[in-house]
């Protein structure tokens, strides 16, 4: 586990997004929002790529404000799975077909790969007054794929939370959230790119602190989303990116989590041949 430690301060502003997933028009609008806020911190919770049609464009924009401003990153599951796809080839013709928007990520990327190297995957900084340290990760304690959403139980998030910190800040559900475990409090920042919560925009977090306590506010933003749809398609995504793109997309437009229900609906009946996964996922989106 990778983390950075910044310096001691009375007062400070700090801006947490997450989640943009190769939605350009999303992030540009959140880097301006951010920008004219001033925060003294930017950090860029994981899940920058992958499951939208920009994702080199994204990766080239968070570049350009960490090196001209200092925006810091963290890595999320996709970091993760879109650089492991790049390493190691498909088990087999079920998954090859399963990962091809990931894999077509990778190849989008590949050329610049290296700037994704170095992310840490969780970071600490802390302001003056005790207790007052902040830990900010894409995903909890428990790994970059297992967020802190409402059904969590306070006995689970002791375990996926660190101690002894004032403020947790995660993301990966693509839900915002507000809640305290005992003096702890939580904030999940949601997605920029394709919140999970019904409401299409773009979602992010600030974060205050001033007299002697952290103050979290969840910020939502329009966007150009017919630029996004066009993105989609004029990209090549929807059709390059194997049956799961089309319900990633749908996702992005619903604003809803349908991949996982498709799994847990098909998936056993597609490894035992009863059912192709093109027919899967023709059948599920007509259904929905």
Same mark, same amino acid.
């Given at each position: ?97 399963? $990962?091809?928007? @990931? +894999? ?5 990327? #590949?050329?610049?790969?290296?700037? %994704?190297?170095? &992310? ?39 375990? $996926?939370?660190? @101690? +002894? ?5 995660? #993301?990966?559900?693509?839900?915002? %959230?507000?809640? &305290? ?108």
């Amino acid at each position: 586990m990778m983390k950075q430690s910044g310096p001691e301060v009375q007062q400070m502003k700090v801006a947490v997004f997450s989640d943009v997933q190769g939605n350009l028009p999303a992030m540009e609008v959140t880097v301006r929002h951010i920008l004219d806020w001033n925060p003294e911190l930017v950090v860029m919770a994981g899940d920058l790529i992958n499951r939208g049609p920009s994702s080199r464009a994204c990766l080239d924009l968070f570049d350009s404000l960490r090196r001209d401003r200092g925006w810091l990153p963290i890595r999320g599951n996709h970091e993760t799975w879109v650089l492991r796809c790049g390493r190691e080839r498909p088990h087999d013709a079920l998954d090859a077909a399963m $990962r091809r928007f @990931a +894999d077509r990520t990778f190849r989008e990327l #590949a050329p610049v790969a290296e700037k %994704l190297s170095d &992310w840490p995957d969780h970071l600490n900084f802390q302001a003056a007054t005790t207790p007052s340290w902040v830990h900010v990760t894409h995903g909890s304690m428990a790994g970059n794929r297992v967020g802190v959403s409402a059904n969590v139980t306070d006995a689970e998030l002791h375990r $996926r939370l660190p @101690a +002894d910190i004032a403020l947790f800040v995660g #993301a990966h559900t693509h839900k915002p %959230l507000q809640r &305290w475990l005992g003096t702890t409090h939580i904030l999940n920042v949601g997605s920029v790119g394709s919140p999970f919560d019904g409401d299409v925009r773009a979602s992010y977090g600030q974060l205050e602190f001033r007299g002697d306590r952290w103050h979290t506010h969840i910020i939502r933003l329009p966007y150009d989303r017919a630029r996004t749809e066009r993105d989609f398609v004029e990209s090549g995504f929807i059709e390059q990116g194997g049956p799961l793109a089309r319900i990633i997309f749908e996702e992005w437009r619903q604003a809803r989590v349908l991949l996982a229900g498709w799994h847990r609906r098909y998936m056993e009946a597609i490894e035992k041949g009863e059912i192709g996964l093109e027919n899967a996922v023709a059948e599920y989106l007509e259904s929905r």
